[in-house]
């Protein structure tokens, strides 16, 4: 009992999605089959709207995006571990359809620095209701944050992203990941708020 309530509180999540990032960028041929592809999605390649964020185009673009993603991953975990899965999925996902529709000229995207953003707005939000130093990190984490994005769309570099290496950041996808984080914080808080309503009336 007590090694499997230990077992529980490991970040698993986090190591599982870092883990599949290693991988795959590791496995030769993989990036072309699960990269975000415009084409290939249109033609019924479906899944690469949410694997895309998976697949990284260097090392250093890898050990950026997958540190990142460890360290905030497993800071939600630690505090609340069932919704991690489902900001990543969300966002991936949001994004991925997000980009298809309103960026046709963007025939390849990938990284995971849009999923990383959704769990880094998912993370500060919960932060807020928490005291002392912690909520005050939190705020300036999301003052930080609406403000890069800001910059990042108002300045945004050159719009398309090759598949050699030299890629530059797609700001919609930073903007939507947020936003993203946003919903699935929003979305909880509305789902606890409203079933502590009916727990009450009965």
């Known amino acids: 009992m007590v ?12 190591a599982i999605l870092v883990a599949s990032g290693g991988l795959i960028y590791m496995l030769p041929g993989a990036a072309e089959y699960f990269i975000y592809d415009r084409p290939a999605i249109l033609s019924g390649e479906v899944w690469r709207l949410v694997t895309g964020h998976w697949i990284h185009y260097s090392y250093s673009h890898l050990a950026y995006n997958l540190t990142a993603l460890a360290i905030i991953g497993a800071i939600i975990e630690l505090q609340e571990s069932q919704h991690f899965f489902l900001v990543c999925i969300v966002s991936a996902l949001l994004i991925g359809i ?11 995207y990938a990284g995971a620095s849009g999923v990383v953003t959704a769990s880094v707005v998912y993370c500060a939000l919960n932060g807020l ?3 002392g ?15 890069k994005i800001t910059l990042e769309l108002v300045r945004p570099g050159p719009s398309l ?10 700001p919609l996808s930073h903007a939507v990941g947020a936003l993203s984080g946003l919903l699935v914080f929003s979305w909880w ?9 009916h727990d009450s009336t009965r």
């Open 161 to 170: 992203v090759g598949v050699t290496g030299n890629f530059v950041v797609v």
């Open 189 to 197: 808080r509305w789902r606890d708020a409203f079933g502590g309503f």
């Open 129 to 131: 209701s928490a005291s």
């Open 98 to 108: 997000v980009l298809l529709t309103f960026r046709p000229d963007l025939h390849y």
């Open 3 to 14: 090694v499997a309530a230990r077992m529980s509180q490991l970040p698993w999540r986090t």
């Open 133 to 147: 130093s912690w909520r005050a990190v939190c705020l300036m984490v999301l003052v930080l944050l609406v403000g």
